[in-house]
């Protein structure tokens, strides 16, 4: 069974692993804790027995977050392999984000206001601008990957979720990429047609954030021929459509140069920046703090090990030199100095977010567990249970997954319900669906 990790688990007698703060298709994410100094981190832990790319890939995210330091993007400190009984996972220590994702701050169909979508849209550009200055595109932009940092009452965005990510440029020379990747929602156009360049597809993803954050939804589902919406949006037949007829023309004027449908004509970062609605009331602090610049020495490994991952195979020895990557056999922990001496400053310890996905019930663990299996049922969800948690997916086009883990909380039921893959809006449709079910409003109990 995948992540198969008791709660909580001892790495060593200095690490404790605790609380999953998120799940994907190959990885989840937990709260980790060194006892000595009480500081918390984030371990990503991706399975490598998941996929026979799962190992490159996991090496890959581990290098580009490594040559990336920027206020706007989460910061790494070390790689390592853990073993347990028969699995063994690549984990990704990272900065502990205490704010949330972005989603969570979204009311849904309302969207947040002009100044603070400003703010977060302006910081997400700062971001991506210095990952592109380095030869990397991320390639899945979207809500989720987007965490809230606050500090001193001061919101900053920090870019997450480096799974994607590849080289697209090295000593000013590009290259096509024709992967398809990313979450169609937020995915270019070109991006499902053909070869690609790497910076136009990422700032149309930043433009779809910027409608949902504005609006609260998406315009489309998709941005091909298929979507009818997206059609009118092309032909500029948006003026009585929701959610365009909500914004000023001012605000739309602005999309239409970002969601460009020829990426060439798209708007560069540099230009939007130079946009007077992204000028307008718009002071970031965090712009005193300066990036570090890139080892082109890393770049060039990192390149050859994105065409290694993305065509076909060749060796990746030179690629490894310029990494440590510990194995980790439980319980021992092989002592990793750079980890010990970074980790100890400078971390936020405050709890980690509560998740707004979950709710209590007054029946029992087994009854709540029947009232589940009913909803899915009645959805037509296809479903799996396993002990006390199931795995839910919905059967339409977004074909979202998530997990419903099912526990006891002071004499009553905790149903804690995580999205795994597909659509942020869409999932909290579906948790409301479930929450707003005959069969769970009978036993919910005041939040």
């Known amino acids: 069974m ?6 909580p688990y001892s790495i060593n007698k200095d690490w404790l692993l605790l609380e999953k703060l998120g799940e994907g298709a190959f990885a989840n994410v937990r709260r980790m804790v060194c006892k000595r100094t009480n500081s918390a981190y984030a371990l990503k832990l991706i399975d490598l027995k998941k996929n026979t790319n799962t190992e490159k890939s996991a090496k890959k995210e581990a290098c580009i977050l490594k040559l990336l330091c920027h206020p706007n993007i989460v910061e790494f400190y070390q790689t390592f392999m853990l073993k347990h009984d028969e699995q063994i996972f690549q984990c990704i220590v990272l900065e502990l984000i205490t704010g949330g994702e972005l989603f969570h701050q979204i009311p849904q169909n309302v969207g947040i206001s002009i100044s603070q979508a400003r703010l977060y849209f ?9 990952i592109h200055s380095c030869g990397i ?3 899945d932009l979207k809500p989720e990957n987007i965490l809230i940092s606050v500090s001193n009452n001061s919101p900053c965005i920090k870019i997450s979720d480096f799974g994607m990510a590849t080289v697209f440029m090295i000593d000013g020379k590009q290259r096509m990429l024709n992967k398809e990747c990313g979450s169609l929602a937020y995915m270019a156009p070109e991006v499902t047609e053909s070869a690609y360049f790497a910076q136009p597809a990422d700032i149309w993803s930043i433009g779809m954030i910027l409608v949902l954050m504005l609006t609260g939804t998406k315009p489309w589902t998709e941005a091909t021929k298929f979507s009818t919406k997206y059609m009118k949006w ?3 037949e948006i003026s009585d459509i929701s959610p365009w007829n909500r914004l000023d023309e001012y605000t739309l004027s602005f999309l239409r140069k970002i969601l460009n449908p020829y990426p060439m004509e798209r708007l560069t970062i540099p230009q939007i920046k130079d946009e007077d609605w992204c000028c307008s009331q718009y002071m970031s602090n965090i712009n005193k703090i300066s990036s570090v610049p890139v080892d082109n020495t890393m770049i060039e490994a ?6 290694f991952i993305e065509t076909t195979p060749s060796p990746i020895q030179q690629y490894e030199q310029n990494f440590n990557f510990n194995i980790l056999s439980s319980p ?6 750079e980890v010990y001496s970074k980790l100890s400053t400078n971390i936020i310890r405050t709890p980690y977010e509560k998740y707004i996905t979950r709710c209590l019930v007054k029946s029992d663990v087994f009854e709540t567990l029947r009232r589940l299996i009913s909803v899915c049922s009645n959805f037509e969800w296809t479903w799996k249970v396993n002990d006390f948690s199931m795995t839910v997916s919905s059967l339409n ?3 979202v997954t998530f997990k419903i883990n099912i526990s006891e909380f002071n004499g009553n039921t905790l149903i804690d319900i995580r999205l795994s893959s597909g659509c942020v809006l869409e999932f909290k449709r579906n948790f409301f669906k479930i929450k707003e079910s005959k069969e769970i409003l009978q036993v919910l109990l005041p939040s």
């Open 2 to 7: 995948t992540y198969s990790l008791p709660l």
């Open 122 to 130: 302006n910081q997400i550009l700062d971001g991506v601008e210095y």
């Open 137 to 139: 595109a991320h390639r």
């Open 234 to 236: 092309t032909k500029n």
């Open 302 to 307: 990192l390149t050859r090990m994105c065409s």
């Open 332 to 337: 021992q922990l092989i002592e990793a100095p």
């Open 397 to 399: 086009r977004e074909n």
